[in-house]
């Protein structure tokens, strides 16, 4: 039979795996194939090849990291103006290094540490990061993007690292490098202020350090794998911090962590008896009893590690992040209203904040309204009408999310106009039960339902402002019931829950949360609900109240406590995510757009004398991630099927199947992990969601094709070439990947054209002539 081809695992000498993986391998070999094997392989290496082995390895890594600066990091000034949602996290750094609470879809993390790196650079938060498009000028804008692209640039060498782990070969390493290293999509996407790198970087650092704790499976408890151990579980909380779609890579780690205590669990050599031997002569008949006791012990260990490491370390951690979060954003500021009036109140300069208002509210009051559902802010109405055709054609009536002078109410009784503010008349509590009015206190028109329907939800009543100065008709009562009457009769500001139901028709008013057109600024729907089934939707408490006839109370006794604060914003940024939607003129994109790259996403550019920028991949990268999953499905189940009927593989076989199944299996989890989630999701999805899933799928190709090439080698053994079968297999791929046309090469036949890409030509893209989908400066 003839001997393997090139290095690596099954190249010129077959290396035993390390770790769980490699031990399940030796012993599923029996001793004929173990003999087959050593008859098969050739001479191991002469001592002064090993000798050589490690600095080649490490003069490889370097080139690689060397060549990813290199491309990340070129032209990183251009261009000088914001660029896609730069205006969002810059504008959020910004808030950080000002101390300024906002509210955002993401955790914290990535943001801090965006703000963080501007702040070490030299950034002093005032550019006001309004809109793509608009110039820094002389703001230095060079260390946020400078930090992005480090984060991006070591996705490479991890990405180099992880693959040289699970195949244990240099070629199939490199080829994963030079995937990622040549992908115009991860070389953009890396070059600006965005989370996406910074996300990239922990789910990739994560799934190192899970492959080389893996590595360390025959030292359990040693310092490295207890090192790697825990690096994997900080790693988790970074992912989780920046995105919640980091929740996928800690899925793929936990799924390892499950089998790998499986097979633990299912291991014979694993017993203490071994150590036990004074207690085996005193009670010999007991052996199988000690074996159990043993295997318990041991694995009870392991357990225990992995809680400590991946559950309550990446919990500890990203809970820290919160606190951080809270504690530097001490400053009212534009995300006020998507919270609680207890949560504002702990704001400094919010209205709520070390104030005193009265406890009751009374007739006369000046209120505010404030919906339970979170995100969803204030009862509000202002002076434009519904259009024609939206049911009546009176004022509209929405909620929300901001403060502002149109959301302030009068509280009134429903059948008198006298002024209940009159220092001549008695201050009257609003009961449970009472039949009132709320009189809008900038146009004077009342809160009023009728029998049309809502704008947007059908079979809801339409809510309007009615009336002249407070005089309207019986449509503008309403009954105000406090939640199953909690706090007594009296209605308490922010603590008593409070529902209002329509006098006339019977419902009650909500909000649907439904974002109307541009008719009305965008503001969310308000309708009265004729189900009177008690929801978020149709509860609502008294935020600010002013009456200079009552006494005040202060509401520091209202603040809430730190866990109560977490989950809350969980709640408002899990509702925010999934209200997602698109900006004017966008492009979205469908899951099944983004393996095929058959849609980017425009970054930059006006006309056509801007400098553009579009984010599109490679195609030759990534239709070759496309026919590499393919490929995978189809060796792999061949390879499954064949160990499965226990057939006999050569010993070369049998370590790249080995591979194939076990390294590359881990690669095909991760990309599934992180792209067909996607299609469950409601929320608007664009095409950069799909850049972590795209790691996996370069890594699984690097490992793919190494993989097929030493088969072919080995295969046409008999042939005088087929030592460089394999040789020239990696060499064409690395040209393939690497080449890049003429630049002033004109349009090909239509619908393609050549253009130029980012960083002044490192690569180049065919690309479909959508409008606009150059990038160039």
Known sequence: MPPAVGGGLAGSELRPRRGRCGSQAARAVGPDVATEATTRSPKRPAPSSRRFEAPGRWALLALVTLMSFATRFHRLDQPPHICWDETH??????????????????????????GLAGHLTG??????????????????????????????????????LTVLELSQSLPAALLTAALLTFDTGCLTLSQYILLD?????????????????????????????????????????????????????????????????????????LSMITHMSGIRQIMPHMPSTLHWLGLQVTVGKHLTAR?????????????????????????????????????????SGNNLHNASIPEHLAYGSVITVKSARMAVGYLHSHGHLYPEGIGARQQQVTTYLHKDYNNLWIIKKHNTNSDPLDPSLPVEFVKHGDVIRLEHKETS???????????????????????????????DFWRIEVVNRKFGNRIKVLRSRIRLIHLVTGCVLGSS????????????EVTCTPYLKETLNSIWNVEDHINPKLPNISLDVLQPSFPEIMLEAHMVMIRGNNGLKPKDNEFTSKPWHWPINYQGLRFSGINDTDF???????????????????????????????????????????????????????????????????????????????????????????LLWDTLLRLCAWSLASFSLAGHVHTLGILSLLLGIAYRPPRRLKALTPPWDVTKGRADGIVTAVLPSFPQISKYS
């Open 123 to 160: 950034y002093d938060g005032t550019f006001l990061f309004q809109k793509p498009g608009d110039e820094y000028e002389h703001h230095s804008y060079l260390g946020m993007r400078g930090f992005c692209a480090f984060l991006g640039a070591l996705l490479i060498p991890f990405a180099y």
């Open 513 to 524: 949360g439904k974002v109307l057109p541009k008719w009305g600024w965008e503001q969310l």
């Open 89 to 114: 996290f810059g504008k959020m750094g910004s808030y950080y290094i000002n101390r300024t609470f906002f509210f955002d879809v993401h955790p914290p993390l990535g943001k801090m540490l965006i």
């Open 445 to 475: 028109r009342n809160l009023h339902s009728h029998y049309h329907e809502a704008p947007l939800t059908r079979k809801h009543y339409q809510v309007t402002g009615y009336g002249i100065n407070g005089t309207g008709d019986s449509n």
């Open 197 to 269: 790198p910074i996300l990239m970087f922990f789910i990739m650092a994560a799934m190192l350090s899970m492959v080389k704790y893996n590595s360390y499976a025959n030292r359990p408890f040693s310092a490295p794998w207890w090192l790697w151990l825990s690096l994997t579980g900080v790693n988790l909380a970074g992912a989780l911090g920046v995105k919640f779609v980091g929740l996928f890579i800690i899925l793929q780690v936990g799924w390892n962590t499950v089998s790998d205590l499986w097979h633990l669990f299912g291991d014979l050599s």
């Open 612 to 702: 553009r920028v579009y984010l599109l991949g490679n195609p030759v990268v990534w239709w070759l991630n496309l026919l590499s999953i393919a490929l995978y499905l189809l060796s792999g189940s061949i390879f499954a099927v064949a160990l499965q009927r226990g057939a006999r593989l050569p010993a070369e076989v049998e370590g790249l199947s080995q591979v194939l199944l076990q390294g590359g299996g881990q690669l095909l989890l991760g990309w599934m992990m992180h792209y067909f989630p996607f299609f469950l999701m409601g929320r608007i999805l664009y095409f950069h969601h799909y850049f972590p899933a795209m790691l996996f799928s370069s890594m699984l190709t690097g």
């Open 307 to 347: 809680i400590l490491c991946l559950i309550v370390l990446p919990l500890a951690l990203y809970t820290a992040t919160y606190a951080v979060h809270f504690m530097v954003l001490n400053k009212s500021g534009p995300g006020d209203g998507f919270f609680s009036s207890a949560f504002q109140a702990r704001l």
